[in-house]
């Protein structure tokens, strides 16, 4: 049997016309999702937002594996997707391995707080890291964090966010001031000085969205890190050397799933999205 990537499935169908699942504990994954359109205008994509498990950073990682599991299952089986990316940091340090272990011939993306693109950024070699608990605390991100830190040129000071995700989720703008305020100022000093913090990583798929008021509170120098833009391009190049992009000749679809409330997603896509066409809920 050929080990070739294939262009068509078993019904002859062409593999490149197959959507790209994407999927988080929530809203969160929408800031990769905008960044995957502008990347991949041809591409019909299916979100998926677990609502009504989020948020997941504060779970113990045997919930987080199951659902990780079984969301991509229902991407396969129901959906026939081409690639999958895991729009969510929590959910990658938890699952990923396992996931690529249980589907071995599809391209899986995961996001990872950008610990290397923050390390060449800053100036003073101190960095700020806002994540779940469970990014922080997971084998993965520790092992990544340690290979960067012994170096010894940079500093990584870590701040588990508890709570800002599920502000964020539920649009609770006097939650999201007050965590934000703490969380940064826990930090400690923020700005250009000798040993200060100038570089500020947003290791979790939510926090773009209140990247304004992070910027607000840490002042217009300090400099803020996200990954949607490389998440997004690392899904073109997998599937270029499949053969499996779509093409631009068309403009791709959106369709939205959710555990939780219809409306509450809608209405994160209505703010947050990039207005394109969507393909309704379901
Ligand atoms: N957006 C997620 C992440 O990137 C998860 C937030 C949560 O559910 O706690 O980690």
């Not at 113990?60 to 940091?89: P, Q, S, W, Y």
């Not at 779940?132 to 340690?146: I, Q, Y």
């Not at 701040?159 to 006097?174: Q, T």
Request: hydrophobic share 45%.
């Amino acid at each position: 049997m050929s080990l070739a990537p294939r262009s068509v499935d078993d019904e002859g169908l062409p593999v490149s016309r197959r959507p790209i699942g994407v999927f988080d504990s929530g809203v969160g994954g929408l800031s990769v999702l905008a960044a995957l359109r502008a990347e991949l205008p041809g591409e019909d994509f299916v979100y998926f937002s677990d609502a009504a498990h989020a948020p997941y950073g504060e779970r113990d990682d045997a919930f987080v594996i199951e659902r990780t599991l079984g969301i991509a299952r229902r991407f396969v089986e129901d959906h026939g997707i081409k690639a999958l990316v895991v729009a969510c940091n929590t959910a990658t340090a938890a699952g990923i391995e396992l996931l690529r272990a249980a589907y071995p011939g599809l391209p899986i993306i995961g996001v990872e707080p950008a610990l290397k693109p923050a390390a060449a950024a800053t100036l003073t070699g101190h960095v700020g890291v806002l994540a779940t608990r469970g990014t922080l605390a997971s084998r993965k991100f520790r092992t990544l964090h340690d290979t960067l830190q012994g170096g010894g040129q940079v500093r990584f000071s870590l701040m588990p966010c508890d709570g800002l995700a599920g502000a964020i989720e539920r649009s609770d703008a006097s939650a999201i001031a007050s965590l934000s305020k703490q969380y940064l100022a826990a930090l400690g000093p923020i700005g250009q000085g000798a040993g200060e913090i100038d570089t500020l990583v947003l290791g979790c798929t939510h926090y773009p969205f209140i990247a304004d008021e992070l910027q607000r509170l840490a002042g217009p120098s300090a400099r803020l890190i996200e990954t949607g833009q490389p998440v997004a391009q690392q899904t073109r190049r997998l599937l270029a050397a499949k053969g499996q992009l779509a093409g631009e000749a068309a403009e791709g679809s959106l369709r939205l799933l959710t555990s939780g409330e219809d409306a509450a997603l809608e209405a994160a896509v209505a703010r947050w999205l990039p207005a394109r066409p969507v393909v309704a809920l379901h």
